[in-house]
């Protein structure tokens, strides 16, 4: 997880208001991903990038925007915050691990959205 | 609909048996299929991957397998110890890009 870090790690704010979550890595890889995971739901992507200038749509990009400023750097924006947000968010880096490519998770930043 | 199915929320098991989950995915090719493992308050971490054309993988306690025709994958671990104790998750990667669409996971308590 060190090679991955996430900021904040515990957040709580208001509906309506705009907050950024965001991800660094050491790993250097070009790929990088944001998921949200929900109880009973499992982990489901909001947006992936493939290197700074490709951002790509998931699953479930409604209501959220992302910024890739760096190859190391991947934000996720909530616009306007609202309940329903609410869930544990993880950033991911993509890269091979031997001729294997696996994703690297980050710790996890828990969101409520009152 | 794209469905991924893990077998159970949660399975108990003791200490030194094999634990055997299930993945089973509807609607999808997938190129690939991973396992990871997830601990309380932690991103998932790789466990596994096995491609399309291969039948079964191993790494050390843990083994793989992969039927396309069943749709199936199962996640065995051997000599299941307490520190095994987890939540498992798989992941479809469809079109070969590590995209990748996760199943709910399933809980394991390994009992001493």
């Known amino acids: 997880d060190a090679d991955v870090t996430q900021t904040p790690r515990n957040r709580i704010t208001k509906t309506g208001k705009r907050i950024m979550l965001e991800c660094s890595q050491t790993k250097g890889h070009d790929r990088m991903y944001w998921y949200r995971q929900d109880p009973g739901l499992g982990l489901r992507l909001i947006y992936y990038?493939?290197?700074?200038?490709?951002?790509n749509k998931g699953e479930i990009s409604d209501g959220y925007s992302v910024s890739r400023q760096a190859q190391a750097k991947f934000s996720l924006s909530l616009e306007s915050a609202i309940p329903n947000q609410t869930a544990l968010y993880f950033c991911?880096?993509?890269?091979?691990?031997?001729?294997?490519?696996?994703?690297?998770f980050g710790p996890g930043t828990r969101l409520l959205v009152l | 609909s794209q469905k991924i199915e893990q077998n159970s929320e949660a399975l108990n098991i003791q200490e030194g048996k094999t634990a055997t989950l299930t993945c089973n995915y509807t609607n999808y090719s997938p190129a690939y299929l991973q396992w990871y493992r997830q601990d309380p308050g932690r991103g998932p971490v790789f466990l596994l991957l096995i491609r399309e054309n291969e039948k079964e993988k191993r790494k050390e306690r843990l083994k793989v397998t992969f039927d396309t025709t069943l749709k199936q994958s199962l996640f065995h671990i051997t000599a299941s110890q307490p520190a095994d104790s987890a939540t498992y998750l798989c992941?479809?990667?469809?079109?070969?890009?590590?995209?990748?669409?996760f199943g709910t996971g399933t809980r394991l308590t390994v009992i001493p």
């Open positions: 991911a880096t993509s890269g091979y691990q031997g001729i294997q490519e696996t994703q690297y």
């Open positions: 992941a479809l990667d469809i079109g070969g890009a590590n995209n990748l669409f």
């Open positions: 990038s493939f290197d700074v200038k490709d951002i």
